[in-house]
Every structure is written in structure tokens, then in C-alpha cells.
T-cell receptor
């Protein structure tokens, strides 16, 4: 069974540009989460999808971040325009509805904004 | 504010030795606590998970303990191997709510040397 995959693995962009991160959850996992780890800090929750619906987006830092999960399968996280403080590693995780706390993480996308 | 604190921040041990990592949390109401292992460039992988009523859980050479009264947990690694070199993250889940939000510690970076 394929795990959670994320694309790209690394992205280097300039301040003001736009970047879109993609996450493919484990097949059959309705729960999808985005997390972020900035340098020297702990991993922090960004938002949670159940299928295509946003269940909780309380962790989204500001309106420059837009997450979508059209069709309830893969998800994208767009940052527009990117700022220096957006640099970090963005993780995606997925879980089954019947076992929501057993979250499986992807390898992360390392975003560097210069 | 719900927090998860870990100590030490980093640790170097010789191959074959044992070590214990600590985690203190203030998350309330508490649902479960898990330890994750994160290899460099990879996503976190769950090692153990304990609910309020459990005070110990083993997974091979990894043994986690939980004292829900003092809100402390430890992860003991026995007979360390070079492949144990990684970041170990304590993660606590809040009980209830519409989402399954995980609260992460900053991790302990373990280096096992030959």
C-alpha cells in the first residue's frame, strides 16, 4: 500500500512568488491534515479536511495560504504571495475516519523563500 | 496554552547503550500520547500510542511510559543501534472537538555513534 506522498520534495522561490504544494493521501483516508515546521520550532497544525470539506482551518497563518481538496482525494496548499517567514517544511498526513488519531505522515515539502 | 516540552534537546550515545527521553505536557483534556520517530528528510513515523489508562507500551526496543497524573511520559530505547539516530517527537492529542489536532513537542535529536 502506497503511503502519503508529497510533491515537490523541495521548492526554492523568491519572495512575492506563488508556490503550490501537493499531497496525495493514502487511498481510502478521508481525513487529510496539513502541518508546518519552521526552523527551530515544533511541527504545528495548519488545517484538517474531511473528504473535500474543511473541518478546521484554525492553524492557517493568514489569507496568503489557501488549501483545497477538490473531489476529496489529493490536496493542494497554495502560498501567494510567499514571504520569507513561510520557509519551512510542510507535512501532510492522512487517517481513516474510524481511527482518526492514527495519522500517517508524508515526507514533507521543504519550502525556502529567498 | 496547550504545550508539549521535551528534554533533552539533543543526545549523543554510543551504539549498544540505553537512553531515556522525557516529555512533559499541559494538554487538557488529554486523549492520547504518542512518540514519533523522524528520520532526516522523512515524515514522522509512529512508534507507540498510549491512552489515559495505559502507563506503558512497548514496540521492540522502544518502551514508552505515561504518568497521566503528573503529565509526564518517557521513551526508553534499549541496546541502541546506529539506525536509531533520528529526532524523537512526543505528540499529544486533545480530547473532543471536531478535529483530531495533534500537538507536537520540539523533539529530541538522538545521535548514536559507533
Amino acid at each position: 500500500e502506497a503511503g502519503v506522498t508529497q510533491f515537490p520534495s523541495h521548492s526554492v522561490i523568491e519572495k512575492g512568488q506563488t508556490v503550490t504544494l501537493r499531497c496525495d493521501p493514502i487511498s481510502g483516508h478521508d481525513n487529510l491534515y496539513w502541518y508546518r515546521r519552521v526552523m527551530g520550532k515544533e511541527i504545528k497544525f495548519l488545517l484538517h479536511f474531511v473528504k473535500e470539506s474543511k473541518q478546521d482551518e484554525s492553524g492557517m497563518p493568514n489569507n496568503r495560504f489557501l488549501a483545497e481538496r477538490t473531489g476529496g482525494t489529493y490536496s493542494t496548499l497554495k502560498v501567494q504571495p510567499a514571504e520569507l517567514e513561510d520557509s519551512g517544511v510542510y507535512f501532510c498526513a492522512s487517517s481513516q475516519v474510524k481511527n482518526p488519531y492514527e495519522q500517517y505522515f508524508g515526507p514533507g515539502t521543504r519550502l525556502t523563500v529567498t | 496554552k496547550n504545550q508539549v516540552e521535551q528534554s533533552p534537546q539533543s543526545l549523543i550515545i554510543l551504539e549498544g547503550k540505553n537512553c531515556t527521553l522525557q516529555c512533559n505536557y499541559t494538554v487538557s483534556p488529554f486523549s492520547n500520547l504518542r512518540w514519533y520517530k523522524q528520520d532526516t528528510g522523512r515524515g514522522p513515523v509512529s512508534l507507540t500510542i498510549m491512552t489515559f489508562s495505559e502507563n506503558t507500551k512497548s514496540n521492540g526496543r522502544y518502551t514508552a511510559t505515561l504518568d497521566a497524573d503528573t503529565k509526564q511520559s518517557s521513551l526508553h530505547i534499549t541496546a541502541s543501534q546506529l539506525s536509531d539516530s533520528a529526532s524523537y517527537i512526543c505528540v499529544v492529542s486533545e480530547m473532543g472537538g471536531a478535529t483530531n489536532k495533534l500537538i507536537f513537542g520540539t523533539g529530541t535529536l538522538l545521535a548514536v555513534q559507533p
